[in-house]
């Protein structure tokens, strides 16, 4: 799909999803690199955003920071999918939300400003559907930023830095939230967020710069839907290993080729016993699971238990809710 687009899509999808230009006019400053014009690029990343290529032009927060969040799934029998996919994703702070190939079938991201406002979707969910849930929080990330190379350059390496949360302000939530939600496309799209928050346009920048500077920001570009551009093999592995082992693992398995996304969350003892988490990226089934091989053949996951989740719709894919949209609700 990506190699059918023209040139200029895709370096604005692989060449644009981190390092947005923290400029008053951005996308005069992406138009400059690229040898075209500011309207142009608009038009195009509108064009992408329209045809499905393209999530929205915004920001990753990392994750337990500005907000709380959570991986959770449940079982659903075959014939109530659909209905229950539905009430999920009218969810506010659901962002993602995906059929795998599991008896727990239907997993999705839940966000809210804090960990009560979290709990009670969470609770709301599991009381509308009469399903069971399982909540599975982050414990460790090896790798969060889900941004690699459409056209098989190589990776940029993984952060190992954490997030310097002394650098966070209670005020910087709704910005954190309209970014997650995506700038609009406009020449001046900071001006316009700042317009929204009451605050000056270089002011918001310069916080935006010292929010990514101290790594609460995880990536700011194009956010792409992979599968949109030929990236629809996905597969969640999830790893059974002792505890002792997990951050060796997680880190030798954060740099395997291939793996897009690797962290430590919470088990269930009796239903859950899978701590290591991660995600293959690939165009085919076969790829994916070469690049499964690479990774169960490391010396830190030699025989361990895994399951491979490919995930086979896709529900929901927003950014993330930082800020609180819902009250009065029960």
Known sequence: MLDRLHTIDQSLLDDFQRDF????????????????????????????????????????????????????????????????????????G????????????????????????????????????GLPLLDLRLKRPFNIDLGFSLRGRTARPCSTTDA???????????????????????????????????????????????LCDARL???????VRHRAVGWSSNAMVVWNLPESLIEAAGKKLAR???????????????????GLFSMIHARSRPDALTVLARAAALPELAGADHRVLFSTRCFKQTGAQLEDRSEGRV
């Not at 001046?188 to 009451?198: K, N, T, V, W």
């Not at 920001?217 to 956010?223: L, N």
């Not at 395997?256 to 859950?272: A, E, F, K, M, S």
């Open 164 to 210: 310097d949360l002394s650098v966070l302000r209670e005020s910087d939530r709704p910005i954190l939230h309209g970014l997650s939600r995506g700038l609009a496309l406009v020449p001046r799209p900071f001006a316009a967020l700042a317009s929204q928050l009451g605050l000056g346009e270089s002011a918001l920048i310069a916080r935006i710069r010292a």
């Open 21 to 92: 230009p923290l400029v008053p006019r951005p996308f005069a400053e992406m138009a400059r690199r690229i040898g075209i014009g500011e309207d142009e690029v608009i038009d195009r990343l509108k064009a992408l955003q329209s045809g499905g290529a393209v999530t929205r032009v915004g920001a990753t927060v990392r994750p337990n920071t500005a907000g709380a969040s959570t991986l959770a799934a449940l079982a659903v029998p075959e014939d109530k999918i659909d209905d229950v996919a539905a009430l999920v994703g009218q969810e506010d």
């Open 217 to 223: 920001i995880t990536r700011i570009g194009v956010i």
């Open 94 to 129: 659901v962002n993602h939300s995906y059929l795998r190939e599991h008896d727990w079938n239907l997993w999705f991201v839940a966000t809210a400003p804090d960990a009560v406002a979290l709990n009670r979707s969470l609770a709301r969910i599991k009381t509308r559907s």
């Open 256 to 274: 395997v080729p291939g793996v897009t996304l690797c962290y430590q969350r919470d088990t269930v003892p009796g239903v859950w016993p899978y």
